[in-house]
């Protein structure tokens, strides 16, 4: 496989994490205790929110409107309104620490891991400490109904068989897709009220710690049991790896 350079965006603080919006128009940062919103057209800063305490995953809403993010202290779920700038505490009812969010193709509903693994730390010594298993949170969202802002309101949880560190919905099947790295592998599952979801798995790769999903293709970022190493994989129908 062959790489691209593109051009990029030059941030103040290293990133924790970083999203797009679905419009396009704009890319969405978390560093420390701030949200950073740069424009897509010019790569410029837009705007930078403080947020009343660190995060370390963030996720736009379907519609581009709201960035909701992950707080480990308090655990707790937040939103900024992407138009007003606005940042608010929505989400105690998940009452483990969020580690990542992904939304339904029918922009109402979501899923929240729960006791992931933090992506930020070596897998491998992170799997050799036998982290519990995950949980994901099946969550509804919607518009505010009064001044809290928009909100999420947790409908049931679903047992995973292994810990897990990332989740993402398939944008034309709706299927999910989920990260295990102690397991080496991306599994799809299809969840339900059940206790326990039954999955099935995708690619096998050690220690996946990001996985993203196109119409066509699921990209998986990997770290094996050297912490300088990491790789990049498309799966599904392997096209190569990528030393990143």
Not at 68 to 90: G, K, N, R, Y
Not at 220 to 231: G, L, R, Y
Request: hydrophobic share 40%; aromatic share 4%; glycine share 6%.
């Amino acid at each position: 496989a062959t790489t691209t350079q593109l051009p990029s965006i030059a941030a103040p603080i290293a990133p924790v994490a970083v999203t797009a919006t679905a419009n396009g128009m704009m890319v969405v940062a978390v560093a420390s205790n701030r949200l950073i919103v740069y424009r897509t057209s010019d790569h410029q800063k837009a705007a930078e929110i403080p947020l009343s305490s660190p995060a370390h995953c963030v996720r736009v809403s379907p519609d581009s409107r709201y960035a909701f993010l992950c707080h480990e202290s308090p655990a707790e779920l937040s939103s900024v309104d992407l138009l007003s700038q606005s940042p608010t505490a929505i989400g105690r009812g998940v009452k483990d620490v969020p580690t990542e969010i992904a939304f339904d193709r029918d922009g109402k509903h979501g899923w929240v891991l729960v006791q992931g693994i933090d992506r930020q730390v070596d897998t491998a010594a992170a799997c050799a400490q036998n982290p519990p298993n995950s949980t994901l949170v099946r969550v509804s969202y919607g518009e505010p109904t009064d001044a809290t802002g928009a909100h999420f309101v947790p409908l049931f949880g679903v047992g995973l068989p292994h810990p897990a560190s990332d989740v993402a919905v398939h944008p034309g099947t709706g299927k999910l897709l989920v990260s295990f790295p102690c397991k080496g592998e991306v599994a799809q599952l299809d969840p339900t009220a059940a206790q326990v979801a039954q999955v099935s798995t995708v690619v096998s790769i050690p220690h996946p710690h990001d996985i993203s999903v196109t119409d066509d293709h699921i990209i998986v970022i990997s770290k094996d049991a050297s912490p300088t190493s990491s790789s990049m994989m498309e799966a599904l129908r392997p096209l190569g790896v990528v030393q990143v």
